[in-house]
């Protein structure tokens, strides 16, 4: 029932004071009920009851309940605010490690788990756990008060008790398919529901948004019927408790007044059996009716702990703080075990140069700087960088030595500033307009009401396809990395942004590796290094003088172009 994984994620400290705490304040309870059954007796028997102690008693066991309570709670926020945050981060840094991996998940299945999943796993670890082992400390002190009462009740009542965890573990135990089908159908009805958002204006444009609307409400259904199942069951659970609470607490009491009868208690004793009879129950009750919320917890539990788990890349534990050369030896890799989508690469990319990467659709192009990047492992050959073998570098020093900058970069709607301070949180003002001169939108800024404060739309849907790639290039600027790769940033934008682009690369060729990646050879012509690569292999390499003066694929191409771009004739 209590995942292991969990309390090695996060200290157990909060929720030892946690109980702690509630056990104090249980024992206040104790003293007030023992004071008032006290005087309570003293008065039936017909003696004196001097009310002021008991007064007394009263208001500090008030005043240090409210404290014990606040400061319950104060430790219930730490707990889960701390379980929160560290998972949330956990979970953000797998995703961003798995990447584009086969076994990540669904975007919208990523933000249900990291959002209400982490939310009810919290009540499960903030809440619902510290009261499980108070309930059973809980039961042993007001036993131990009991049984110096009447130990037969007191047994009874002590007997009662287990049956409600009982109880909560085997319906957890029947109810875990339920949950397991739960999470999957709502994950399942959160994933379609963002896939038909995100695609809706094509499911208009060819008329297949009313089959997808009855799919969507197919699942819809089975979502209901599967959150009833669920309501249900734990409806029922919470029905088997509330009986066993209160038939326990009853026979408790009974016991007690049979015990009286017989002349085997005191009238104080079964004054304390029908005060504390309930408190006994109390914590279980609550206990009962925080298990539906936990339930789903545990169930979200495990699917974020299989994600955490899932396997990811392994990388070494040396760290570089400069590279000058990055090298390919006899590389092959295939994304599957019948197709290799590099076949036996060897090239060099070095600092000063701009090495530009061309090649039809499919030919292996991205998946060379994915593998420079150690996004996958799985090749054979070797990938140097300097004198490091890549399985060696560290993933801290790979991320700081290189910047990849395509055209899926991702435009906050955050201002200008924020955009930019991505790239380096710590980068000045003057550092910020520097590079949006470079990339010369320093003038689109300055015509903006809030200029850097300006709020960008969502992925910068109110930007230029040229704009947008030109404050992606600045914030890639701003990181100062010393090997950038360029993947075909300049697709689809204006000739004159394509211009501003290239100028501002062929700058920083002359102090870091540039690895620039087109399908357009226009843009490759003033390359110090050009590989074209043909279904994975590099079929040539060399200047572009070099190449354009051999009849072979480059100048092949690059006459087919030039044929397109002057329409053909
Ligand atoms: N994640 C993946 N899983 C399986 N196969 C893949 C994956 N990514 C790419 N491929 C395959 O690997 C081959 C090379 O793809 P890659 O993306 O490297 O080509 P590319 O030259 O960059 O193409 P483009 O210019 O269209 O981006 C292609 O046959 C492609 O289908």
Redesign the pocket.
Known sequence: MIDQRLFKLTEKKNLIKLVLVRLFSLALSIIMWWQIAGKLANYLAGEPVNLLPLILTLIAVIILKALSNKWSERLTYRASADLRLKLRHQVMTKAFRLG?S?EQLPQATLAQLSVDGIEQLEIYYARFLPQLFYCVLASLLIFATLVQFAVFPAIILLICMPLIPVVIMSVMKIAKKILDKYWTRYTDLGAKFHENLSGLATLKAYHQDEARQKNAKDSAEQFRKITMRLLSMQLNSITVMDIISYSGAALGIGLALISYQNGQISIMGVLMFVLLGAEFFIPMRQLGSLFHVAMNGISACKKLFDYLALPEQIYGEKDMNHVSEIQFKHVDFG??DY?L?LKDVSLEFKKGHFTAIV??????????V?LMLHRFQDYQGQIVWDQLELQELSHKSLTNLSTLVDNKGYIYPMSIRDNLLLGNKTASETELWRVLSEVQLIDFVKGRPYQLDEILNENGSDLSGGQRQRLLLARALLKKSDVYIFD?ITSGVDLASEEIILDCLKQLAQKKIIIF?S?RLYNVLSADQIYV?EN?RIVEAGTPEELQAQTGYFNNYFAEEVEVFSGGQ
């Open positions: 584009k086969q994304y599957t197709a989508a090649g039809q659709s499919g030919s292996g192009k991205s998946t060379l994915q075909e990646i399908h690569f994975g």
